[in-house]
């Protein structure tokens, strides 16, 4: 794991971990504590720096003599291998004191937001033994308080882990129901500030099904009304309601709908609570029971806007990210250009987005025609994958377009030239490009490319009957390094009906595999797809050869020469 990414699920566990009430750490996969909350460091009277990088099982499962439990006996241990959660009663824990501290825990599987998995374990201090009775109803007065707080700990953990907003809220309902309640329905204010009924989930058996019917657009929220529903979307509190809560005459068209749904799902005792973030109402959370035993009381409530709380927070926080991501896709659309018509070649782009950080990044592709009527081709990656490297790319696209129409030089000089500007006129720390002139002899109509390489992956050029050759000429150092070498230049015919492939290191890097892989696997498949259409060889290529698990963006561009050359049917025509 990287140190950015490591920075980021450090801040995600110590953020869950603070919201925990009880005790609550954190190990690794070889069962090493790897964060810990101040509630742990009081009970067991130890500080979080001689917890972290220790053995919990060997720190601090005891018996109720004090002495070190066999991992073969120890059920938390059993669980941690399993990866399964679990939870015990009656055991204890050495504190830095050498006394014994009486204990309750609950171990489960923790995503980290890292790429080692984790495991998170939450205990409690059994100040009195419990006595045995008869087991209460279903329901919340029916969590214990370990339960409770482990229910809140994994509605952290699931929540605070995805930044798309349908996922959270399929998350938030698997943990609702059936545990709280067998129906859960979801309004969420728009951006718009309408009203959007986006869940209603009924528990039938161990499957949760989805009644589209009653989602949907929903009446304004009335300013002044008492009904629960309104009350709740306008942030003011949480209530109790039944079906009698809506038999009086409806005061508004969201009561109308609550009669409805009333009617339709069968509810006889819901909560509805507010789901409010720090910034503003987003919407509220309704808990019903139709065939639950037990009826909702205001002693439920606490714990139900706990959890609401918490999936505002996840909410509000995939909402900035989605919207975030949109202006940045939208920014990086505008900078990305659209290519130039040239007589007798096909040419297509393809620009996907990092599935991480800002959706943007410095992955960039241009073509477009010169002054004397050649045609440019171009493709970078400025370091960083951000809107900075987005700014970055743009830059550096206009300062070449500039140099490359002004300028009838050959390739290498105008990478020489932009090379010497990105230090003075731009904020580029460094980038990777490789420029291309493409021009079509007078004489026999054949197609000659000519480029240098700063840096960049080499083009891939394949043959109509499949051959593949890297153009690995031409090649120098990338730009900003403030090295002034001259640069080399390279030329290659290309052949009738061949296709060039000019492409980002997105394409073809993945974690724990060499270049060469990479390398190898899109000659591999660019081979097979050769008798393809340009755009479904384009498509097909980015679907087969692209890593899994890529974490940055991709720019891509294609062409393919004529079949037949064109002095055998017309003359020279310049690209527009």
């Known amino acids: 794991m990287d140190q950015r990414s490591g920075r980021a699920a450090d ?87 050498g006394s014994l501290l009486p204990i309750s825990w609950m171990i489960t599987p923790y995503d980290t937001g890292g790429r080692e998995a984790a495991t998170l374990v939450v205990f409690h201090c059994d100040r009195q033994p419990q006595e045995a009775g008869p087991r209460p ?44 309640a067998d129906w859960v329905v979801i309004d969420l204010i728009t951006e718009r500030d309408e009203v959007w009924r986006t869940a209603v989930v009924h528990a039938e058996g161990g499957t ?33 309601a039944s079906p009698k809560t809506y038999q009086r ?30 910034r503003d109402i987003l919407g509220a959370l309704t808990l019903g ?23 505002a927070v996840a909410l509000d926080n995939a909402r900035l990210y989605q919207r975030q991501r949109k202006v940045a896709e939208t ?22 987005p990092a599935p991480d950080a800002s959706q943007v990044g410095g992955d960039w592709y241009d073509a477009f025609c010169l002054s004397d009527g050649a045609t440019a081709l171009a493709v970078g990656d400025v370091v960083g994958h951000d809107l900075e ?21 050959p390739p290498s000089r105008i990478v020489e030239r932009l090379d010497e500007a990105i230090t003075h006129i731009t904020n580029v720390p460094m980038a990777t490009m490789l420029f291309a002139r493409l021009e079509q002899g ?73 270049l060469d892989e990479g390398l190898s696997r899109l000659r591999q498949h660019a081979a097979a797809l050769a008798h393809r259409s340009l755009a479904s060889f384009t498509d097909q290529l980015l679907r087969r050869v692209r890593p899994a698990n890529n974490d940055d963006d991709v720019a891509l561009l294609a062409l393919r020469t004529p079949v037949e050359t064109r002095a055998s049917w017309g003359p020279r025509l310049p690209c527009s």
């Open 289 to 311: 029971r139709a065939d639950t035993a037990g009826d909702f009381t205001t002693a439920d409530l606490p714990l139900i806007e706990d959890i609401a709380r918490r999936a």
């Open 137 to 180: 109803e279903p329901g919340t007065e029916a969590l214990t308080e370990l339960e409770r707080l482990a229910l809140l700990a994994e509605t952290t953990t699931q929540l605070t882990s995805t930044l798309d907003v349908g996922e959270a809220l399929r998350r938030l309902v698997a943990l609702l129901v059936p545990r709280l």
């Open 442 to 514: 007078a004489d026999n109509g054949h197609w000659e490319l000519s480029w240098t390489n700063a840096g960049h992956p080499p083009p891939l050029l394949i043959s109509r009957d499949g051959l593949t050759h890297y153009l690995t000429d031409g090649h120098g150092i990338l730009l900003g390094t403030g090295t002034r070498t001259p640069r080399p230049d390279a030329t290659v015919v290309l052949p009738p009906g061949s296709t060039l492939l000019l492409y980002t290191d997105g394409l073809i890097e993945a974690a724990g595999h060499s």
């Open 11 to 97: 801040t995600t566990v110590a953020g869950a971990l603070a919201a925990i009430g009880a005790g609550a750490y954190v190990v690794d996969e070889k069962g090493c504590i790897i964060a810990v909350n101040a509630r742990a460091e009081q009970l067991l009277a130890r500080p979080a720096e001689d917890l972290v990088g220790r053995d919990a099982h060997d720190l601090l499962h005891r018996d109720a003599r004090g002495q070190p439990i066999p991992t073969s006996r120890c059920s938390m241990r059993q669980a941690f291998h399993a990866g399964r959660t679990a939870q015990a009663q009656g055991e204890w824990f050495a504190r830095g004191d």
């Open 208 to 240: 949760l099904v989805r009644h589209e019917e009653l989602q949907g657009p929903m009446p304004p929220v009335p300013e002044e009304s008492p009904m629960p529903l309104s009350r709740a979307l306008r942030g003011v509190a949480s209530t109790l």
């Open 389 to 409: 490297a987005a700014a970055g790319m743009a830059q550096v696209r206009n300062v070449l377009r500039a140099y490359a129409w002004s300028q009838q030089e």
């Open 249 to 278: 005459p409806p005061d508004s068209g969201i009561a109308v709908e609550q009669r409805h749904l009333f009617e339709a799902t069968g509810i006889r005792s819901a909560a509805i609570v507010p789901i409010r973030s720090t």
């Open 331 to 352: 920014m990086q659309n505008h900078l990305l250009p659209q290519l130039p018509r040239v007589p007798g070649l096909e040419m297509i782009a393809r620009y996907l």
